[in-house]
């Protein structure tokens, strides 16, 4: 009979447990479902004769809170959860958020910043020796010296700081596996250095084979040319089949080595990682709580494949699950699809089939899966790769499998088009299709941005390849008769950005007649192309410099653009046309973006709301530096 995990000494005894082999200590509320990193963890653990107990949110300034379970038999494995703590708790403008979606109840708090080193060093406290493991989202992006912005500094490899013995990154199914057995077996953790998908300390370097010597930590520190150099090296070695091993130097004679990442999965293990006995919904203990709002968005969702070879600067997904795509069987996707269309709060929706990129469905060339993915070179970027297999044919007919499902009334892709591919397809079938089946009303999609440079710093297509989209979508549908629309995600401040391309987006946005109810400011988060060019100013694959705003009043002006039809927005849009000398669009004619102010008086409200809205309006130090920067910038 399937049943959850041990989170007592209660249940570990109804289950017959005197001592768990693993106890996992995790920052999320403990959600047994494949969405969840921890879910699979320990379900692949189980499925491999260990036993496992789960500590979720255990409170870090109590020490026992760690020991409620015992000492396991083999080692503790920690996660931050399934986002980086410092993402999960706050906005890109540094504010606290609100809520938590993955906490019980929504509830914001429940775990510390920076959740992964505060558990290791709580577990240190008490147990000194047991063998301590790191994984998750948040170690494997942090897992060398990386930049981290909400300190604003470059910070060691989570390794160190978090006195782990070993840190797993990736998805992480193959190397939780040999690590466990290799405890098992009697070998010492200090010895795992063999693995893929880890890393490790050493005091001695030569004995690491067919490895690449970083810059050190403190070169990185002290210049943001070696920190991009180092980024760079680090980004052509995320491939399975061709990366080296990398060895990072520390003071003390102290040496953090990345070993290869793991194979990817064949079909056949991914589909066994989904047949595990997942009770595919939240601990009945938080109930009383109100649940776990993240299981909302997943519950009714179906994982297709993983990896993306995308290669969207701002995502991190290069570093977590690497470039090369793993799919699901049709028949490991529609059995679970069968369990989910009788559940007794099944509505006939099927919220999502897909995975980083839904559209997705294989390697992106026939020579992946030997010969791993081109290092100096993109599929889709800057324009599709003449060995690039477009074929949608597969997943075309994985959603007609799912649509003629029994109680399904809608299948929906939410978890992303990737348009440039899409359009690549000469058959039109499926784009046919979606716009039939798929879409209810809106599509929405990732253009990012409008202006060429930077689209280019993005790694996305330019902007043509969009409005060609843009029309055949809008041909399908006036073909098909139904009117439904494109909703385009947007970034403001992305490196690359002045406020001349802010204009740009401003006014194709008026061309459109569109106007975003939501926009997402660039946000630095570690392990991406584009936080490199954030925190060093430079393009780590050219090395040329880079324009980069991190002041937050230019960023409310580049946000307030995209939004300049809102009146609240009315002052930072009059300030930024100023700065960027495009008065031109201040006026009564059809082509302005805002009226001009009568007698200096226009909307007195709205500039007091900007004065008090935290962008530094009031501030003339301030205006006058933005100023400064952008004489410079025309000079």
């Given at each position: 009979?399937k049943?959850?995990?041990?989170?007592?000494?209660?249940?570990?005894?109804?289950q017959?447990?005197?001592?768990?082999d693993f106890?996992?200590?995790?920052?999320?509320?403990?959600?047994?479902?494949?969405?969840?990193?921890?879910?699979?963890?320990?379900?692949?653990?189980?499925?491999?004769g260990?036993?496992?107990?789960?500590?979720?949110?255990?409170?870090?300034?109590?020490p026992?809170s760690?020991s409620?379970?015992?000492e396991?038999?083999?080692?503790f494995?920690?996660?931050?959860g399934?986002?980086?703590?410092?993402v999960n708790?706050?906005?890109v403008s540094?504010?606290?958020?609100?809520?938590d979606a993955?906490?019980?109840?929504?509830?914001?708090g429940r775990?510390?910043?920076?959740a992964t080193?505060?558990y290791?060093?709580?577990?240190?406290?008490?147990?000194k020796?047991t063998?301590?493991?790191?994984?998750g989202?948040?170690?494997?992006?942090?897992?060398?010296?990386?930049?981290?912005?909400?300190?604003n500094?470059?910070?060691r490899?989570i390794l160190?700081?978090?006195?782990?013995d070993?840190l797993?990154?990736g998805m992480?199914?193959?190397?939780?596996v040999?690590?466990?057995?290799?405890?098992?077996?009697?070998?010492?953790i200090?010895?795992?250095?063999y693995?893929?998908?880890?890393v490790?300390?050493?005091?001695d370097?030569d004995?690491?084979?067919?490895?690449i010597?970083?810059?050190?930590?403190?070169?990185i520190?002290?210049?943001?040319e070696?920190?991009?150099?180092?980024?760079?090296?680090q980004?052509c070695?995320?491939?399975?089949?061709?990366?080296?091993?990398?060895?990072?130097p520390?003071?003390n004679?102290?040496y953090v080595?990345?070993?290869?990442?793991s194979?990817?999965?064949?079909?056949?293990?991914?589909?066994?990682?989904?047949?595990?006995?997942?009770?595919r919904?939240?601990?009945?203990?938080?109930?009383?709580?109100g649940?776990?709002p993240?299981?909302?968005?997943?519950?009714f969702?179906?994982v297709?494949n993983?990896?993306?070879?995308?290669g969207?600067?701002f995502?991190a997904?290069?570093?977590?699950?690497?470039?090369?795509i793993?799919?699901?069987?049709?028949e490991?996707?529609l059995?679970?699809a069968?369990?989910?269309?009788?559940?007794?709060d099944?509505?006939?929706y099927?919220?999502?089939?897909?995975?980083?990129?839904?559209?997705f469905?294989?390697?992106?060339?026939?020579?992946?899966?030997?010969?791993?993915?081109?290092?100096n070179?993109q599929?889709?970027?800057?324009?599709?790769c003449?060995?690039?297999?477009?074929?949608?044919?597969?997943?075309?007919?994985?959603?007609?499998?799912?649509?003629?499902?029994?109680?399904?009334?809608?299948?929906f892709?939410?978890?992303?088009?990737r348009?440039?591919?899409?359009?690549?397809?000469k058959d039109?079938?499926f784009f046919?299709?979606?716009?039939?089946?798929?879409?209810?009303?809106?599509l929405?999609v990732?253009?990012?941005?409008i202006?060429?440079?930077?689209?280019?710093?993005?790694?996305k297509p330019p902007?043509?390849?969009?409005?060609k989209?843009r029309?055949?979508?809008?041909?399908?549908?006036?073909?098909?008769?139904?009117?439904?629309?494109l909703?385009p995600?947007?970034?403001?401040?992305?490196?690359?950005?002045?406020?001349?391309?802010?204009?740009?987006l401003?006014?194709?946005?008026?061309?459109?007649?569109?106007?975003p109810?939501?926009?997402?400011?660039?946000y630095?988060?570690p392990?991406?192309?584009?936080?490199?060019?954030?925190?060093?100013?430079?393009?780590?694959?050219?090395?040329?410099?880079?324009?980069v705003?991190?002041?937050?009043?230019?960023?409310a002006m580049?946000?307030?653009?995209?939004?300049?039809?809102?009146?609240?927005?009315?002052?930072?849009?009059?300030?930024?046309?100023h700065?960027?000398?495009?008065?031109?669009?201040?006026?009564?004619?059809?082509?302005c973006?805002?009226?001009?102010?009568?007698?200096?008086?226009?909307?007195?409200n709205?500039?007091?709301?900007g004065?008090?809205n935290?962008t530094?309006a009031?501030?003339?130090?301030?205006?006058?530096?933005?100023?400064?920067?952008?004489?410079?910038?025309?000079?």
């Open positions: 009979m049943q959850f995990l041990p989170i007592s000494r209660a249940d570990m005894q109804a017959g447990i005197e001592q768990l106890v996992y200590v995790i920052g999320d509320a403990y959600v047994d479902h494949p969405s969840f990193g921890h879910a699979i963890i320990s379900r692949i653990l189980q499925a491999n260990f036993s496992v107990g789960i500590i979720s949110q255990p409170d870090w300034k109590n026992d760690i409620i379970l015992g396991p038999k083999i080692g494995i920690v996660t931050g399934n986002m980086d703590s410092m708790h706050y906005s540094k504010k606290r958020r609100q809520k993955f906490t019980p109840g929504g509830i914001t775990r510390p910043d920076y080193v505060v290791c060093n709580l577990i240190r406290r008490t147990y020796h063998p301590l493991i790191i994984g989202l948040e170690a494997s992006l942090r897992r060398l010296g990386h930049y981290d912005y909400w300190s500094k470059v910070k490899s160190l700081d978090s006195g782990a070993l797993l990154y992480g199914e193959r190397s939780i040999a690590v466990a057995e290799g405890l098992r077996s009697g070998i010492d200090k010895d795992l250095t693995i893929d998908g880890t490790y300390k050493t005091k370097p004995s690491v084979y067919d490895g010597t970083l810059p050190s930590y403190e070169e520190c002290a210049s943001k070696s920190y991009a150099h180092s980024f760079y090296t980004y070695n995320t491939d399975p089949f061709t990366a080296k091993r990398l060895i990072e520390y003071p004679k102290c080595v990345q070993n290869p990442p194979k990817p999965l064949t079909t056949s293990e991914m589909d066994a990682v989904y047949a595990l006995p997942y009770m919904t939240y601990h009945p203990s938080y109930e009383e709580a649940g776990v993240a299981i909302e968005e997943v519950k969702s179906l297709s993983r990896g993306c070879y995308g969207c600067s995502c997904l290069t570093f977590h699950q690497g470039r090369i793993q799919t699901r069987s049709h490991s996707i059995n679970e069968k369990q989910m269309v009788w559940e007794p099944f509505k006939g099927i919220h999502d089939v897909g995975g980083p990129t839904a559209n469905r294989g390697p992106s060339c026939d020579k992946q899966l030997t010969r791993g993915v081109c290092k070179r599929c889709l970027f800057p324009s599709p003449p060995n690039l297999k477009v074929d949608h044919s597969d997943y075309l007919s994985l959603l007609r499998e799912l649509r003629v499902l029994p109680n399904v009334k809608k299948v892709i939410r978890s992303g088009i348009f440039d591919y899409l359009i690549c397809d039109k079938t046919r299709e979606l716009c039939e089946h798929h879409v209810s009303g809106q929405k990732a253009p990012e941005h202006s060429d440079s930077v689209l280019s710093l993005m790694g902007v043509a390849v969009y409005n989209f029309e055949e979508y809008k041909k399908i549908n006036e073909r098909i008769g139904k009117k439904q629309y909703v995600y947007l970034m403001s401040s992305h490196p690359g950005s002045t406020l001349k391309e802010a204009v740009e401003a006014e194709y946005l008026r061309d459109l007649g569109y106007m109810e939501q926009v997402q400011d660039f630095p988060t392990s991406t192309i584009s936080t490199c060019m954030y925190y060093t100013g430079l393009d780590p694959r050219t090395m040329k410099k880079v324009y705003t991190n002041n937050p009043h230019e960023k580049q946000r307030a653009l995209i939004q300049y039809r809102n009146p609240k927005n009315y002052d930072l849009v009059y300030e930024a046309l700065l960027a000398h495009r008065t031109d669009l201040i006026g009564f004619e059809p082509k973006l805002i009226r001009p102010k009568h007698n200096g008086q226009q909307n007195r709205y500039q007091n709301h004065r008090n935290g530094g009031s501030h003339p130090k301030k205006r006058k530096a933005i100023r400064n920067v952008h004489k410079k910038k025309q000079k």
